[in-house]
């Protein structure tokens, strides 16, 4: 690759992440007071986490998983085979008066402004706001994968709550394995 290939690839990389970041800027403006928890990661990502409520971080001032659970989500995508730092992160529900509407408006917006490959809602809340900015006629059970618009959605069941309980977190890694990258795992 010659250094005017490079200098291209980065700058279309720049104009793709200004894409998204103004229309991540558009989806708050949906649902007004979601931007009380800023959403973290890449903008051009291939797995979006989404969380349902806020959690201890998000509730004293973090990014979307800015606690422990983001930690340890990274380090899962990494065991699955992702890249590290390939992954976007917003919370659903980062203002409980958010009318649904416009909740999951705001949800789909920032899931097709990023772009991702895989959707994996964190939690029952999570996985309620994904299958409707989705219009999945059914739930999203958790392990169980579904394709819609071309992109896969998997649930678990609490990965925050996982934490600290061995059973629960080795459920919940057996229904992230369903997240895992297409193809052999480098």
Do not use: C, N, Y
Not at 75 to 86: D, E, H, I, M, N
Request: no cysteine.
């Amino acid at each position: 690759m010659t250094r005017d290939d490079a200098s291209g690839e980065e700058h279309i990389r720049a104009l793709f992440e200004a894409k998204a970041r103004a229309e991540l800027t558009h989806a708050d403006t949906l649902a007004p007071g979601s931007d009380l928890i800023a959403w973290s990661g890449a903008l051009l990502a291939s797995v979006a986490l989404v969380k349902g409520m806020p959690g201890p971080a998000e509730a004293s001032g973090g990014a979307a998983l800015s606690g422990p659970d983001g930690a340890a989500v990274a380090k899962a995508l990494v065991a699955l085979g992702w890249p590290a730092g390939s992954w976007f992160a917003t919370v659903s529900r980062p203002e409980p008066t958010i009318a649904s509407e416009k909740r999951v408006a705001r949800l789909r917006l920032q899931i097709e402004a990023v772009d991702a490959l895989v959707v994996i809602a964190l939690d029952g809340v999570a996985a309620q706001d994904v299958a409707a900015a989705f219009d999945l006629t059914g739930e999203l059970a958790p392990g169980q994968p579904v394709v819609a618009f071309g992109r896969r959605l998997v649930a678990v069941d609490g990965f925050e709550e996982s934490l600290g309980h061995e059973v629960r977190k080795r459920r919940v890694w057996r229904q992230m394995q369903a997240a895992a990258p297409p193809g052999p795992v480098l």
